[in-house]
Nanobody, 122 residues
């Protein structure tokens, strides 16, 4: 019913910044949280950041804390991930997700974007 679309991926150098955006289409019922996950080749999909339905709470993986910032515009059903001081190990496909729970677990998110490639060169 709800589709998510990421944008803003690309190729950058270590230390650079990049901003990913996620927009939802279709009709959404009830409140929802949004999150970002990423998956590097040969690795499991891992949690990156999440934001509550009203934007009052955020959480981050230890690996990105202090460098990445998640934000949202609830009225437009949109969120963004600002990524600063990027490292080569940040290279992955980044997925936007939405769900009824504020969580770091993939199982709590039922709606996913198609993924955006982020490549950080050394």
């Amino acid at each position: 019913q709800v589709q998510l679309v990421e944008s803003g991926g690309g190729l950058v150098q270590a230390g650079d910044s990049l901003r990913l955006s996620c927009a939802a289409s279709g009709r959404i019922f009830g409140v929802y949280s949004m999150a970002w996950f990423r998956q590097a080749p040969g690795k499991e999909r891992e949690f990156v950041a999440a934001i509550s339905w009203n934007g009052d709470r955020t959480m981050y993986a230890d690996s990105v804390k202090g460098r990445f910032t998640i934000s949202r515009d609830g009225a437009k059903i949109m969120d963004a991930l600002q990524m600063n001081s990027l490292k080569p190990e940040d290279t992955a496909v980044y997925y936007c997700a939405a769900g009824p729970r504020y969580s770091s677990d993939t199982a709590d998110y039922g709606y996913w974007g198609q993924g955006a490639q982020v490549t950080v060169s050394s």
